[in-house]
């Protein structure tokens, strides 16, 4: 590369120098300030552009704590308050951290079961938050605990390619590093929000009317999953699960799936 280009690096929409080696510089002076994840942004945008960010600890235990976000102070409530307050527990990234994935870096679309988009949670979730898609980092913690960096694009902009996702994958021990470092001799951050797994919230969903089998299969069809994808996690026939379906829905009164997520939800806010 010609050193009279490096010399003069263009800036980007939030007015810092925007080659690698300056963002780097940035991120490694911003360390244990509260400038540090801005400026983690502005590196991680370097692999490949994008242009919401919202950053949290997933817990295994309990929900996610807020660290930082971009989101406009009107759109705080859809993007950021609902997640953290109970949408967290239906998202497949949260259940690749739950897995045990970390040090990692995935797209949704990759890891989402097969009728996602066509789930009545990613209608009310994602559509209100317009995102086109989303790249997922997670990066291991002590305690057992990740830092999800969620990278978004919306409205018309493009999806995230795979030379996106390489991109980012080659940056994750650098990522790595530079988080758990600003984190150094910091005690852990007070729970924001409810204090349950998705499975203790399954577990507890319907207890009084239905069986085991239907709030297992509640919970996957919540999640986005088809009929025929939840056959093949419970070992059970497609025409079997929609028996199913039909029963739960029965015992709870209801017809659909916006109102099976309604009622899930008002249980998980007891």
């Keep these: 590369m010609n050193l009279s280009t490096r010399s003069k690096p263009t800036e980007d929409a939030s007015g810092q120098g925007n080659s690698r080696d300056d963002a780097l510089s940035l991120a490694v002076q911003a360390l244990h300030t509260p400038d540090f994840f801005p400026a983690m942004i502005g590196l991680l945008r370097r692999a490949a552009p994008f242009t919401g960010a919202f950053v949290t600890t997933l817990h295994p235990n309990r929900a996610p704590t807020h660290v930082h976000d971009n989101v406009r102070a009107e759109r705080r409530r859809v993007v950021i308050d609902d997640y953290l307050e109970s949408a967290y527990l239906l998202d497949p990234i949260h259940d690749v951290f739950l897995s045990g994935a970390t040090d990692c870096a995935v797209r949704l679309r990759d890891v989402a079961p097969d009728h996602f988009r066509r789930s009545t949670y990613y209608k009310l979730y994602y559509g209100n938050i317009d995102l086109r898609d989303e790249m997922a980092l997670l990066i291991r913690m002590p305690g057992g605990s990740a830092l999800f960096y969620s990278l978004g ?45 998705i499975t203790q919230a399954l577990e507890q969903f319907g207890t009084d009317v239905l069986t085991a089998r239907e709030r297992e299969i509640a919970g996957l069809i919540l999640k986005g999953h088809s009929s025929a994808s939840i056959g093949a996690l419970t070992g059970t026939t497609t025409g079997t699960v929609k028996i199913h379906r039909k029963n739960l829905y029965r015992k709870l009164g209801i017809g659909s799936q916006s109102e099976l997520l309604s009622r899930f939800l008002q249980s998980v806010m007891r």
Excluded: V
Aim: net charge positive; proline share 11%; no cysteine.
């Design 153 to 197: 694009r919306i409205g018309r902009e493009p999806r995230f390619t795979a030379r996106d996702l390489a991109a980012f994958r080659r940056q994750l021990p650098l990522i790595g590093s530079l988080s758990r470092k600003h984190f150094e001799n910091r005690p852990d951050e007070p729970p924001y929000g409810l204090g349950q797994s």
